[in-house]
């Protein structure tokens, strides 16, 4: 069955350093991967998708997400963390049937911005 | 740019009733999900739907769930009688067509059980 697993729950960094959210999956064939972030009371926001071809991809509001396919991996990235990053990050991938676009979620990881 | 609507934001029930979580999807789309998120806890897909009947549901959406189209543009989540576990942010999505993604998402309907 698949499965996305995000192994930091809760993840600290000052304001204008670099971040790394890490997203393990499980699938067996090509997995369309995708991260949300959902900022306090609010729905969850697409910030960028992977169907296939080149396994960088970039994304709203300056992050991006690699591909490897050997690690099952699909880290999001940002250079320069604002403080406006603060919010709940999720990483999913479609999941059974594609035909119904299923999306299984990741634990999500929360991000804090220290001044 | 257009919007899934939920509503209410917030909605509190005493165990036992039941409770009607309404959506407005992008006018365009023709496949529909919800989702809950249990406090702490991953959001988890419960159903989808297309084509006036469901495509796929999860051990969650047991014969307490049902879900309707009833006027071409509100989509509902009823649960018959609700219990104490079923408190959650529920989340409505939507995609223009089969195989397409990203779904949009609604704000979510906070659902809390007394």
């Known amino acids: 069955a698949q499965s996305v697993t995000q192994p930091d729950i809760h993840i600290t960094v000052s304001e204008g350093a670099s971040l790394e959210l890490r997203c393990n999956y499980s699938y067996g064939a090509t997995p369309y991967l995708f991260w949300y972030v959902q900022s306090p009371g609010q729905g969850l926001q697409l910030l960028l998708k992977y169907f296939s071809g080149d396994t960088l991809v970039q994304g709203i509001k300056g992050f991006e997400a690699e591909f490897k396919r050997s690690q099952s991996s699909f880290n999001l990235r940002k250079p320069s963390v604002h403080w406006s990053d603060a919010a709940e990050y999720f990483c999913?991938?479609?999941?059974?049937?594609?035909?119904?676009?299923?999306?299984?979620f990741g634990q999500g990881t929360t991000l804090q911005v220290k001044p | 740019e257009p919007e899934v609507t939920q509503t209410p934001s917030h909605q509190v029930t005493q165990m036992g009733q039941e409770v009607i979580l309404r959506c407005v999807p992008i006018?365009?789309?023709?496949?529909f999900y919800w989702y809950r998120q249990i406090l702490g806890q991953k959001v988890e897909f419960l159903v989808s739907f297309y084509n006036n009947e469901i495509s796929e549901k999860s051990e969650i959406f047991d014969d307490q769930f049902s879900v309707e189209r009833p006027d071409g543009s509100n989509f509902t989540l009823k649960i018959r009688s609700t219990k104490l576990e079923d408190s959650a942010m529920y989340f409505c999505?939507?995609?223009?067509?089969?195989?397409?993604?990203?779904?949009?998402f609604g704000d979510g309907t906070r659902l809390s059980i007394l």
């Open positions: 999913a991938v479609v999941g059974g049937s594609s035909n119904t676009g299923k999306l299984i």
């Open positions: 006018s365009n789309h023709l496949y």
């Open positions: 999505a939507s995609s223009e067509r089969q195989g397409s993604w990203p779904q949009h």
